[in-house]
């Protein structure tokens, strides 16, 4: 990207991409399909849509100092692989939802595999939201943590059913 994009609908990926952001800002949201690869570098999502997250992934992301500030969840990852290495995630609600700055796993039928080597995740403390965290993980999935920096939440920083 060579200048800041605002996108109407999320921007579903089907094919496989590498998105060099160059610093720039997106606002909006991306949709990244089961079996697909998104790299993503360098750059900020801003998300307003509550009905959504900042990225919904299915497939193999890599995310590497990436800023993502969310109306909803910043990162939902259904299933897949993800390496998140830098950047931060934010949840900055506009409802009274349950919301993570970090939601891994669909349940026990879609698993989902997330490595974090840095990156600052904040959850909802002291917002609007009735509950969450900087990090949540269902049934059936994993998170490994090699580094980084986890605060909020009501009344976990970080939760696990996984």
Same mark, same amino acid.
């Given at each position: 990207?060579?200048?800041?994009?605002?996108? =109407?609908?999320?921007?579903?990926?089907?094919?496989?991409?590498?998105?060099?952001? =160059?610093?720039?800002?997106?606002?909006?949201?991306? +949709?990244?399909?089961?079996?697909? *690869?998104?790299?993503?570098? +360098?750059?900020?999502?801003?998300?307003?849509? &509550?009905?959504?997250?900042?990225? /919904?992934?299915?497939?193999?992301? @890599?995310?590497?100092?990436?800023?993502? @500030?969310?109306?909803?969840?910043?990162?939902?990852?259904?299933?897949? &692989?993800?390496?998140?290495?830098?950047?931060?995630?934010?949840?900055?609600?506009?409802?009274?939802?349950?919301?993570?700055?970090? +939601?891994?796993?669909?349940?026990?039928? *879609? /698993?989902?595999?997330?490595?974090?080597?840095?990156?600052?995740?904040? %959850?909802? &403390?002291?917002?609007?939201?009735?509950?969450?965290?900087?990090?949540?993980?269902?049934?059936?999935?994993?998170?490994?943590?090699?580094?980084?920096?986890?605060?909020?939440? &009501?009344? +976990?920083?970080?939760?696990?059913? %996984?």
């Amino acid at each position: 990207m060579n200048e800041p994009v605002t996108l =109407n609908e999320p921007l579903n990926v089907e094919a496989n991409m590498i998105l060099n952001m =160059n610093g720039q800002t997106l606002t909006g949201s991306i +949709n990244l399909a089961t079996g697909v *690869s998104l790299t993503v570098t +360098n750059g900020t999502i801003v998300n307003t849509d &509550k009905s959504t997250s900042g990225i /919904v992934s299915n497939g193999d992301l @890599t995310l590497n100092n990436v800023n993502i @500030t969310s109306a909803r969840h910043a990162l939902r990852i259904e299933s897949g &692989k993800v390496i998140i290495d830098g950047g931060t995630y934010k949840v900055v609600p506009v409802s009274k939802s349950t919301l993570y700055a970090l +939601n891994v796993g669909d349940g026990a039928s *879609s /698993v989902a595999n997330v490595v974090i080597k840095g990156g600052t995740f904040i %959850g909802p &403390k002291g917002t609007m939201a009735d509950s969450g965290g900087a990090l949540t993980v269902k049934v059936g999935s994993s998170v490994k943590i090699e580094g980084g920096d986890f605060s909020g939440g &009501k009344p +976990n920083t970080l939760s696990s059913n %996984g």
